[in-house]
């Protein structure tokens, strides 16, 4: 995977609590045999109408959020199902970071398996982004190296994340690449012990 280590992108404001995995990638669409592809269901519900056409009242059809790669959207994001399709939605469809006051655990740890940046932020500055984002295009950096989050206009705050979720993402590992960072001590084991 891509490694994450500072990322400057537009911002989307989804100003809604408690988006839940069925929100973001509906059941019906979970059936692909493979990772990829997911990005054209993201948020399938309120992107596009009945007869399948896009909502002009759903703000991320909106010409002005063309090209977003970071999300900041309400608290406990990503809640209900443990579907990992949920970052591989996100992901893409060009999001590289969410930011929220709070995220469902599965999903927070689905993300950082898959290379997709969760950034807990408080509420108080939740609401600044999400108004910065609505009223103009807003661009944020996420640095993941210097746990900072900061504008081109005075806004600058820090993030905490636990260590193995950071040195995942700053190496690209997946959870089998972490496995391999210990092969050396495994063969060890393995000249020792028989393994079935
Ligand atoms: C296994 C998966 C498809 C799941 O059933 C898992 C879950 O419900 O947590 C879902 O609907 O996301």
Same mark, same amino acid.
């Given at each position: 995977?891509?490694?994450?280590?500072?990322?400057?992108?537009?911002?989307?404001?989804?100003?809604?609590?408690?988006?839940?995995?069925?929100?973001?990638?509906?059941?019906?669409?979970?059936?692909?045999?493979?990772?990829?592809?997911?990005?054209?269901?993201?948020?399938?519900?309120?992107?596009?109408?009945?007869?399948?056409?896009?909502?002009?009242?759903?703000?991320?059809?909106?010409?002005?959020?063309?090209?977003?790669?970071?999300?900041?959207?309400?608290?406990?994001?990503?809640?209900?199902?443990?579907?990992?399709?949920?970052?591989?939605?996100?992901?893409?469809?060009?999001?590289?970071?969410?930011?929220?006051?709070?995220?469902?655990?599965?999903?927070?740890?689905?993300?950082?398996?898959?290379?997709?940046?969760?950034?807990?932020? @408080?509420?108080? &500055?939740? %609401?600044?982004?999400?108004?910065?984002?609505?009223? =103009?295009?807003?661009?944020? +950096?996420?640095?993941? !190296?210097?746990?900072?989050?900061?504008?081109?206009?005075?806004?600058?705050?820090?993030? @905490?994340?636990? &260590?193995? %979720?950071?040195?995942?993402?700053?190496?690209?590992? =997946?959870?089998?690449?972490? +496995?391999?960072?210990? !092969?050396?001590?495994?063969?060890?084991?393995?000249?020792?012990?028989?393994?079935?």
């Amino acid at each position: 995977m891509e490694p994450f280590k500072q990322h400057t992108g537009l911002v989307y404001p989804l100003n809604r609590t408690n988006v839940d995995t069925d929100q973001i990638i509906p059941k019906q669409f979970l059936k692909r045999i493979s990772r990829q592809g997911f990005g054209q269901y993201l948020f399938y519900n309120w992107r596009f109408d009945k007869k399948d056409r896009p909502r002009e009242d759903f703000s991320l059809n909106f010409p002005k959020y063309k090209g977003t790669s970071i999300l900041v959207s309400g608290e406990n994001f990503g809640s209900g199902s443990s579907r990992e399709h949920a970052p591989w939605a996100l992901q893409d469809y060009g999001f590289k970071a969410i930011i929220a006051p709070s995220f469902a655990d599965i999903f927070s740890n689905n993300c950082t398996k898959n290379g997709l940046l969760p950034v807990v932020l @408080t509420d108080a &500055e939740v %609401s600044q982004l999400i108004k910065n984002a609505e009223s =103009d295009s807003y661009h944020l +950096t996420v640095d993941l !190296e210097n746990l900072k989050v900061y504008d081109d206009k005075g806004f600058e705050t820090s993030f @905490t994340i636990d &260590e193995y %979720s950071r040195s995942m993402l700053l190496n690209g590992w =997946d959870e089998i690449a972490v +496995t391999l960072t210990h !092969e050396d001590k495994i063969t060890e084991f393995e000249k020792h012990h028989v393994v079935y």
